[in-house]
């Protein structure tokens, strides 16, 4: 199996070249185009608990598996937002991704979600994020294009431009500065990530789009 992953950062799509018998997980939803001889499952991954933890976590209850039935299938694949797709392949570890970043992925790879604790909810990150563990290939997305650190020691990251880190990490949520800060920079959340690893952000913000755009919605009138 090989990919290409084409128009980064802007706009990008996956491309992958399935020989007969190779499989791809992908998010419902997120394939854009397809050769004639690639068949397609959609089931609920991990059964009734995993789709409930999923769903939990804002990710889509049913996932896809295509399998190609001839030689030199090819799949498209495009996420939902525009922006920026990375590869990275596991060997035995894991890595949590934040919610709606999750792609696709060869079946060598494990995707669950897990509880962040209270700490996640107060982040804004929701309750779950996603460990996607195992063997194999992912691809990731996100809003904006990926930026990769290597954090040695410690770094802060707002919330919402979280698209991944690796299972040497830990993180806390907390406050850049005081309640004023809080309430009336624009910052709100952060989390200060310590340890050793590579992390993954996202160049754009959903919600500061959102508020942005808020002031341009049609006001109704009684």
């Known amino acids: 199996m090989r990919h290409e992953?084409?128009?980064?950062?802007?706009?990008?799509?996956?491309?992958v070249f399935l020989d007969k018998g190779e499989q791809i997980v992908t998010e419902a939803g997120a394939m854009m185009s397809m050769s004639t001889d690639l068949s397609m499952e959609t089931n609920m991954k991990g059964g009734l608990l995993g789709a409930a933890k999923r769903a939990m976590g804002g990710e889509s209850v049913f996932m896809n598996t295509y399998t190609a039935d001839a030689e030199a299938q090819r799949l498209d694949v495009a996420p939902a937002a525009p922006g920026d797709i990375?590869?990275?392949?596991?060997?035995?570890?894991?890595?949590?991704?934040?919610?709606?970043?999750?792609?696709?992925?060869?079946?060598?790879?494990?995707?669950d979600s897990k509880w962040g604790g209270a700490k996640s909810f107060f982040g804004g990150e929701g309750l779950f994020m996603l460990k996607c563990s195992g063997t194999g290939d992912?691809?990731?997305?996100?809003?904006?294009?990926?930026?990769?650190?290597?954090?040695?020691?410690?770094y802060i990251v707002d919330t919402s431009h979280i698209v991944a880190f690796e299972d040497t990490l830990t993180f806390n949520v907390r406050k850049v500065g005081g309640l004023k800060s809080l309430f009336f920079s624009?910052?709100?959340?952060?989390c200060e990530f310590?340890?050793?690893?590579?992390?993954?952000?996202?160049?754009r913000n959903a919600s500061s789009l959102a508020s942005f755009l808020h002031p341009f919605r049609p006001a109704k009138s009684n």
């Not at 992912?138 to 410690?154: C, E, F, K, P, R």
């Not at 310590?194 to 160049?203: A, D, E, I």
């Open 138 to 154: 992912l691809w990731m997305s996100s809003y904006g294009a990926i930026h990769a650190v290597d954090v040695t020691n410690t």
């Open 186 to 190: 624009g910052e709100g959340l952060v």
């Open 86 to 111: 990375l590869y990275h392949p596991l060997a035995g570890g894991f890595v949590m991704v934040q919610s709606g970043s999750y792609l696709c992925s060869t079946p060598g790879i494990e995707v």
């Open 194 to 203: 310590s340890g050793t690893g590579r992390l993954w952000v996202q160049t």
């Open 5 to 15: 992953i084409h128009n980064k950062p802007d706009f990008a799509s996956l491309h």
